[in-house]
């Protein structure tokens, strides 16, 4: 069962009215899951309402459930595609093998651009057909997050942080959605990731039955785009309501709007700048950090500094990529000996085997994925950066922190600018870090990353 003694503030936040909408905005460690756990807890239990939980990855969802330790049947945590799926089978969707993976995806745009000339000419000019392919991809999923529905709305709408496109040349990209999507039905799909959240808004407009929640709470809601929000709000009943828990600076899926474009009729702003999760010396490499993301956002809280004192971050840089991997798996060893949760992150999926069969001979080993199962002390859990948001750990190992990998350069061609790619990196990093409660290590060979903080005095720094 989940035990912990929330602050006043915090306890204000738990046990506000069930009716209206209200944002919670809170830095890293400041309890935001802790207060939707217990939010969600107080509104099903002593409130007797039918309550949902709604996450953005599997790893986090297992967590809460496990936190709970019970089962209620007024209570559900999902994560929003579960709760997207669920819905739409409701409404009599048949959606088994209809919803597109990303590489598919790609390759029907890219078969959609061959249809029309606008993109046949571009591509004929562009140096990197790839890298114009993966950009154009990307435009595509960013009206979908928007919740672009007609050309108009496209034409008219502002490109928040991304490079202009000119408003004459937007007709082709939603030319091209439109074709995309049609080809894409007639190879048996309905919907890709990305847009399946503005099909479910679509069908709440037109469901006039009983809402099944009379409360929804959304952990890590800056990583919904904004038709699942729309989607969200309109999943509850008028007399229902919606609390949304976001940290703006882990923003790596979302885009920053104002509540009322999110449909949400805000009431009451919280604000959370106290730390429970770091120590003091985390929290301040936590702020320096921040400093290189550029941001200079109103919604953004920074972690307070008030934890107790610890252990600064340890800074390694290996001769070589031998003798990171030797490091990182005697540190993860004794680190779990002496009883600490640890978890080893990774920039990309694919880096995760480059230490995995190394260590299994010697420590229990859990993948942060869709079949993590706390409790996380059991193992030493391994994983990207995305899948640990929301989770923390007494320790946490950051290896393969040079220039080359973080930011992700495989990745830079589906940005049109550079901006854009280091800032989405640099959340990531940030993500990464603020996991950590205790112990962070940071391991690189050759040039280190250009986002650890250039002051020196934040961290322990050692060359082996």
Known sequence: MYSINPSRKQREVIYLPIKGHTVVLGAAGSGKTTMALLRGLYLAEAEGKKVLILTFNRALTNYMKKAIGKE?????????????????????????????????????????????????????????????????????????????????????????????????????????????????????????????????????????????????????????????????????????????????????????????????????????????????EIVLFAHAVKEHLGLSDEDLVLPSDKRAEGAKP???????????????????????????????LVRRREQEKIFLSQMTKKIPLVRLDRNFSPPISNYVCYGSYHAAKGLEFDAVILPMADKDNLPNHEIKENFWKEDEWRISEARLFYVGITRAR???????????????????????????
């Not at 409404?91 to 745009?109: A, S, V």
């Not at 490079?163 to 894409?184: M, Q």
């Not at 280190?448 to 082996?464: D, M, Q, V």
């Open 438 to 464: 205790e112990r962070l290590i940071i391991s690189y060979t050759g040039d280190c990353t250009p986002f650890l903080p250039p002051n020196r005095n934040l961290y322990e720094w050692k060359e082996i």
């Open 314 to 344: 340890l800074v390694i840089k290996a001769s070589s990529e031998e003798q990171e991997l030797a490091f990182i798996c005697d540190q993860a060893e004794n680190l779990y000996n002496a009883g600490y949760s640890v978890a080893i």
């Open 72 to 280: 209620l049947s007024n209570l559900q945590i999902e994560t929003f595609h579960t709760f997207a799926r669920g819905y739409l089978r409701y409404r009599g969707f048949n959606l088994e093998n209809r919803i597109l993976d990303p590489d598919i995806r790609k390759r029907i745009i890219g078969e959609a651009m061959e249809k029309m000339e606008y993109f046949q000419n571009r591509l004929k000019k562009v140096s990197n057909s790839e890298k114009y392919k993966n950009r154009v991809c990307e435009e595509i999923a960013w009206m979908d997050r928007m919740g672009i529905k007609s050309l108009d709305e496209y034409v008219k709408a502002e490109r928040i942080g991304r490079t202009p496109l000119k408003r004459e040349v937007r007709k082709f990209y939603f030319e091209l959605r439109e074709k995309y999507r049609e080809l894409r039905t007639k190879y048996g799909y309905q919907f890709d990731w990305e847009d399946i959240a503005l099909t479910v808004y679509e069908e709440f407009n037109k469901d006039n039955s009983v809402r099944r929640y009379d409360h929804i709470l959304v952990d890590e809601a800056q990583d919904f785009s904004v038709p699942m929000m729309w989607s969200v709000t309109k999943a509850v009943p008028e007399e229902g309501g919606v609390t949304a828990f976001l940290d703006m600076a882990q923003q790596i899926y979302g885009i920053r709007l104002s509540w009322k474009s999110l449909g949400l009729n805000v009431r009451n702003v919280w604000r959370f700048e106290e730390n429970y999760r770091n120590t003091k």
